[in-house]
């Protein structure tokens, strides 16, 4: 505690002083020594990045504004900032909820120090493009409780419609949000299941802070249950699809990840194999489809079948239109 109360009265010495302060003067005001005011200044250098250089002239130690810019007690340099405008500009385009007015003080901040150092806000902006396709953004008053509960660890009680028209009203414990493929994904705990559930965002019609704490579910049990099998469906794999993908198919799947777990080979024929662990196939069916004839399932049979399936599906309706 008293290094922390050093660290602050070193800053406070620092933000107060047009010109660099003198070596006595910070061991006289600190009562410390040489050795534990080198210590202090290696803390804020190199743990929290403050732009701590030393004068010759005034031997002394100041706050070098060439280097960072300060925004509400903290130091950022120029590509730092930069970072900054970039997050809300995804931000602004994937959930415009997520910005609050504190947010958008921070960024009005941001863009007035960006211009001081000559870099147009609005230029950088137009030079990152974010394009949601299929997006779908969620109504403020769902989506801001929603964060509150999750970071709040408050539970939640949720009038729900999953994607295939079931209703439902049950109290949940978030665990957190989760964006994945143009939609959020809540992962809870529901206490009507007992057990890890993912709703889809989208699909809660009205949510109500419980006046309850969240049941907590350890990092390890989320990752082992939620991240483990493929896509959003829940689960420890049971399965291992190996496909083979040809033609142009085969350069867009060259390197990209469907799963941190996959194994994937390329083949001197230029044709690319993966495998990739599952739990439930519905998701990995609709990858699949997407690729149509430069794809195969190679195996296991039931997801072979599966998707044979799906496609004589698609044929009888384009085969009922022409008829």
Not at 50 to 79: C, H, M, N, R
Not at 205 to 223: D, K, P, R, S, Y
């Given at each position: 505690?008293?290094?922390?109360?050093?660290?602050?009265?070193?800053?406070?010495?620092?933000?107060?002083?047009?010109?660099?302060?003198?070596?006595?003067?910070?061991?006289?005001?600190?009562?410390?020594?040489?050795?534990?005011?080198?210590?202090?200044?290696?803390?804020?250098?190199?743990?929290?990045?403050?732009?701590?250089?030393?004068?010759?002239?005034?031997?002394?130690?100041?706050?070098?504004?060439?280097?960072?810019?300060?925004?509400?007690?903290?130091?950022?340099?120029?590509?730092?900032?930069?970072?900054?405008?970039?997050?809300?500009?995804?931000?602004?385009?994937?959930?415009?909820?997520?910005?609050?007015?504190?947010?958008?003080?921070?960024?009005?901040?941001?863009?007035?120090?960006?211009?001081?150092?000559?870099?147009?806000?609005?230029?950088?902006?137009?030079?990152?493009?974010?394009?949601?396709?299929?997006?779908?953004?969620?109504?403020?008053?769902?989506?801001?409780?929603?964060?509150?509960?999750?970071?709040?660890?408050?539970?939640?009680?949720?009038?729900?419609?999953?994607?295939?028209?079931?209703?439902?009203?049950?109290?949940?414990?978030?665990?957190?949000?989760?964006?994945?493929?143009?939609?959020?994904?809540?992962?809870?705990?529901?206490?009507?299941?007992?057990?890890?559930?993912?709703?889809?965002?989208?699909?809660?019609?009205?949510?109500?802070?419980?006046?309850?704490?969240?049941?907590?579910?350890?990092?390890?049990?989320?990752?082992?249950?939620?991240?483990?099998?493929?896509?959003?469906?829940?689960?420890?794999?049971?399965?291992?699809?190996?496909?083979?993908?040809?033609?142009?198919?085969?350069?867009?799947?060259?390197?990209?990840?469907?799963?941190?777990?996959?194994?994937?080979?390329?083949?001197?024929?230029?044709?690319?194999?993966?495998?990739?662990?599952?739990?439930?196939h519905r998701e990995l069916v609709l990858d699949i489809l997407r690729y149509g004839a430069?794809?195969?399932?190679?195996?296991?049979?039931?997801?072979?079948?599966?998707?044979?399936?799906?496609?004589?599906?698609?044929?009888?309706?384009?085969?009922?239109?022409?008829?």
């Amino acid at each position: 505690m008293e290094s922390l109360h050093r660290l602050f009265a070193l800053d406070r010495l620092f933000r107060s002083r047009r010109h660099p302060v003198p070596l006595a003067t910070l061991l006289a005001n600190l009562e410390c020594s040489l050795s534990t005011f080198k210590r202090l200044i290696k803390i804020l250098r190199e743990q929290y990045h403050y732009p701590i250089s030393y004068s010759k002239e005034y031997q002394g130690y100041y706050y070098d504004s060439t280097k960072a810019v300060p925004i509400s007690g903290l130091w950022f340099s120029t590509y730092e900032l930069q970072a900054l405008l970039i997050i809300r500009h995804m931000l602004q385009r994937l959930q415009p909820s997520l910005l609050s007015d504190y947010f958008n003080s921070l960024a009005e901040h941001v863009d007035k120090l960006l211009a001081s150092t000559g870099k147009a806000p609005a230029h950088i902006a137009k030079r990152i493009n974010i394009i949601p396709i299929a997006h779908q953004s969620i109504a403020s008053d769902i989506f801001l409780p929603l964060c509150r509960a999750v970071l709040e660890c408050i539970a939640v009680t949720i009038r729900y419609q999953d994607i295939e028209g079931h209703h439902s009203e049950r109290t949940v414990s978030p665990q957190r949000v989760v964006y994945y493929r143009n939609n959020w994904y809540l992962d809870a705990w529901c206490h009507v299941k007992q057990d890890l559930r993912t709703f889809w965002v989208a699909g809660i019609q009205v949510l109500e802070i419980a006046e309850q704490n969240a049941q907590h579910v350890e990092e390890e049990t989320l990752v082992r249950r939620l991240e483990s099998s493929y896509g959003i469906f829940s689960g420890v794999p049971s399965h291992t699809a190996h496909l083979r993908f040809t033609g142009r198919a085969a350069m867009r799947v060259r390197g990209s990840e469907w799963h941190p777990s996959q194994e994937q080979q390329h083949n001197p024929d230029g044709s690319v194999e993966l495998w990739v662990p599952y739990s439930d196939h519905r998701e990995l069916v609709l990858d699949i489809l997407r690729y149509g004839a430069e794809v195969q399932v190679l195996s296991p049979a039931t997801l072979k079948k599966e998707v044979i399936a799906q496609f004589k599906k698609a044929l009888a309706v384009y085969e009922a239109v022409l008829a």
